[in-house]
């Protein structure tokens, strides 16, 4: 019996007495088949199902004889046996003796099974349980049919072998007519039985007993060159042209005796492709080194393999004197590597780290042979789908591209978007793709449905489906229809990913007159990979979407923009309860935000001037917006916090002033304005000097004197200044209104001073509504809540909305009445007093101490819901007992809760000798009420804001990097002064826009020709800042390109790194097995004899 080490099953699997009613129709197919062809070379009674002992494997089995016809064994495989029609048949030959496999070819074996998974390849070996089959067999099964979870095997293994060479093989035979079902066969160590890993057995019958010959290698050749001339079935991933290439041969040699250079003769004169793979031994190492010794159109010369023959074929021969046998074996060297097999010929070598696998060298092989038309080799590529591969100089020769110029490559190209495979993308666009043309609106539309509407594994987002079936479903019903309309794509992506950052994405038609852009013209070019980038990031096909991100432009606002559409993907997965959606969106928003902080790392060390300028350049592709507009809109902080970007922020911050000036130089020249303005560096002030050189003496003091007013105006407008004047009037604001509080809130009239303090309030309502219509949206209400969205924008309203509810009671109230407006101004008062709190902001000290505090509020929330909980029950026990049957009021609720919140503050109740009021279970109760928020609740609650401390802590800097954006973006947009010195620029604004839009509506009335000279002279605008724009974009993919190669070699080290690690710990592990080795020998040697037992105990 096999030794139950080498078992790849267990009995568990399936046992041996199950017969279900598959195995009837199985029986009844096979015996009508049989019957039919019992006088066309299948012999009678020697079929049916092999169950080998202790597995639960079931392989069907025919005996035939050696000059059956191979229709008849088609037949049998596909209409008896129920396979699938395979799209490739990998033929493996090689040594049948007992050898050792190492380690680099068990990969291979795994490769092999990868291979045959992928393509839905057929395997055809000797099915003998020794040599190279059994290591074939045992890979596939380990690597693709164990995990089949159909009644069919994923990989069909075929074993073809001779029937006078299988041991047992009376166990095979049954009953004319009938055959076997199930034939038990026993596995012996000491023969090479039929390997139990294999699907389909076909047992050729020449006559002869346990006698090496070629019949079974006859009929396996008959029957592969049959199945090479059928056409292709839908095999595992399908082909485009379905029904239109036959199925291609490959011949994989592992190791092999000198029989099998015989063998790959004949089948490199078929024309089939073979795969040698050097330093799997034998006769593959022979081949392989003499093709690399063979010299073009000269023969192979004897010493130049004569020492690998005899280590590799074990062959012996003294002196000058050569056997007859290795002339002959020297023929068929000569003959594989003549030089019209140069393309029929492929090596991988086991022996090299950077060799390619196997099932690179397969597909090599079927491509360098040439046996197919072009379009068929594109449905092999999009077959065998295997990322790493690089075949692509294997399809585009020389020879060949003209051919494939007339070849409709679009159908290639959808099938490879939908599979995700990148190689056959970028293949197609490395030659003569062109996006533009393929990427129509229907067929953008067809990937989308196909991609979103799909079933199975397509890696749709079941979230996207939903959004964009809402969006459908909102339409009228006469409007619904079975196909996607790209409007309700764009819809989804504009206004609920992008959150309005984008009015559409779909392309403009008509004059042009609609453009918001100078730079549309110019962007059109860019728009068909704007838009598949789109579909494969939304549609998760990563490989897909990276390649594409790596070949188009303008790559830091794409990756920042697809990480805000996944980010938002996202947290609606999550709260859908979608995890392994939410997680994989969260991951690729996280390597989409890396990237595009690792492009702007690799810019700002090339050029840091023309990095800032990245950062600022709207990008009209992505809504007109800046890189650090839509960082921050899609709350990027590890990109906010980049060194560019604060450096960035500090400039703007600074407005003209350099933004290295000393703070106390800009409070100076705020407390003794106008006078010290001229200690401020501007940034305008040397190419202004340069200007004005040429100046006469009569014309230097106006130069000099509107540079002093220029001053003046940058100063002003700058926003550390508006900054500076609106922390002075929070100052001033708050004493005023804290002495109103407290001193002139009259009861029957309003004081001027109320008065002053509603003007302000009134201004800053102002300030609040320009802000609102300021946002980028597209209707009011979107603006409304894309205000509401900052938390500082709340409190404003808040202050706002209870200040002018006091001032209305005091108008409207008197006497009484004054209470409620004490109460109301006073809370108006608080939420004034935290307001200044963004203000922090600012401070790299106090600023991150203002993120941990509003992190830790949401604890405190937390920890009230809990406290609430003992709060009431313990509040209504304890007063149930103490005031029994109170009357229904306010105050009970009130003294139902008011206690037991004291006494967590240790404000315990009790009388001078410490006890408590009340019944005896009062004082119990409360004691352990105590002690649960006392010692528990309180101790959680450090506990908690411990942990956020520390969680925080590392990423503190970083959080206040990012809220200095929209501190900083406020202050940019804010006009000057402060309330109520505001009213006059809000004035000024909005005057300047009545005027703007009168203009506008003026120049729409003006004739047509008019219009068109105004449209030429914008044309002209925009050639003279194209090519600025150009120069920024190839800038920004040189620094894309070096990220990317930085990443493929720190990937390259961390692999070399992980083999070096572990070649070390195999040298270890090899140094202790040797150690106990030896240990075990000088153990076992002592104990050999009496005398050198008796001095085993001395020694110890």
Known sequence: MMNSRKRLKTEEELPLTVTTDNDYGASAKMKTFVSRYRDSGVVDGSFGELRFRGFGQASPY???TNDIDPEVLWELMTSCWDMKPPNLIISVVGGDAKFVLKERLKKVNKGLANAALSTGAWVFTTGLHRGVSKYVGEAIWGGANCLADSGQPAVNVVGITTWGNVPNRHRLKGQKGIGKFPARYRLHNETAPLDLNHTHFILVDDGTVETAGWSDVEVRTRLEQHIGQQTIGQGAKGAIRCGGRTIPVVLMLIEGGSTTLKS?????????PVVILDGSGGAADVIALAARKKIKNELLKLEDVEEKLRSALDLKWEGAHVPPYVISLMRHLNSILKEENRNLVTVVRLNESDAMDIDEGLLRALLKA?????????????????SGVAWQDE?????RIRKLQSVNKDPYMVMALLQDNAEVVEMLLDNGMHL???????RLAELYSKAVYGRGDDGSSTTLNRLIEEKKNSRQPEQHTDLLDLADVDDVICNRLLESQMKTMLRRTGDGSSNDSDYDDDDDDGVPERDLFIWSVLTTRKATARLLWRRGTDQIATALTASKMLKEL?????AEGQLDEHKHHESLAEQLETDAAGVMDECYRLDPRRALGLLTRPQPRWGEGSCMAIANSGKHMAFMSHAACQTNLNRVWFGHMEWFTPLWKVILSLIFFPVTVFTITFTDDVRRTVRTVGCSPAHAHPCGIRRYLRAIYHYQTAPITKFYYTVVFYVVFLMLFSLFLLTDLLNDVISPSEWFLAAVMGVQLLDEIRQIVSQDARSWLRKLQVWQGDVWNRMDAAILVTFFLAFSLHCGLRGDGMAAVKVV?????????YRPLQMFYVHEKIGPKIIMIREMLQDLLIFLSLMVVFVLAFGVVRLALLSPNSPLSWKLFVDVVRVPYWLIYAQLLTDPEGHVAGPWLVSILQAAYVLVTNVLLINLLIAMFNYTFQNIQGTAEQFWKFHRYSLIHEYVGRPWGAPPLTLLPLTWRLVRAVWTAASRKDSRRQPKRLASGRRGRQTSGTHAAIPEVQRQRIFQKLGADNYILKEKQKSSDEKSEEIQELKRRVDELGEQIAALSHRD??????SSGEDDIDVVPQRR
Do not use: H, M
Not at 264 to 272: D, S
Not at 370 to 386: G, H, V
Not at 570 to 574: A, D, Q, T, V, W
Not at 1081 to 1086: E, I, K, P, Q
């Open 264 to 272: 790959t003769k004949k089948a490199l004169k078929r024309g089939i």
């Open 62 to 64: 025919v005996r035939v």
């Open 1081 to 1086: 020998r000088c153990y076992y040697d002592s």
């Open 570 to 574: 996202s947290s609606l997965s999550k």
């Open 370 to 386: 040439e046996i197919a038309s072009p379009e068929d080799q594109l449905d092999l590529a999009l077959d065998w789908n295997t």
């Open 436 to 442: 533009a043309t393929f990427l129509t609106e229907q």
């Open 825 to 833: 101004y006073s809370c108006a008062l608080i939420l004034a007093f």
């Open 395 to 399: 399809i585009f020769t020389r020879n």
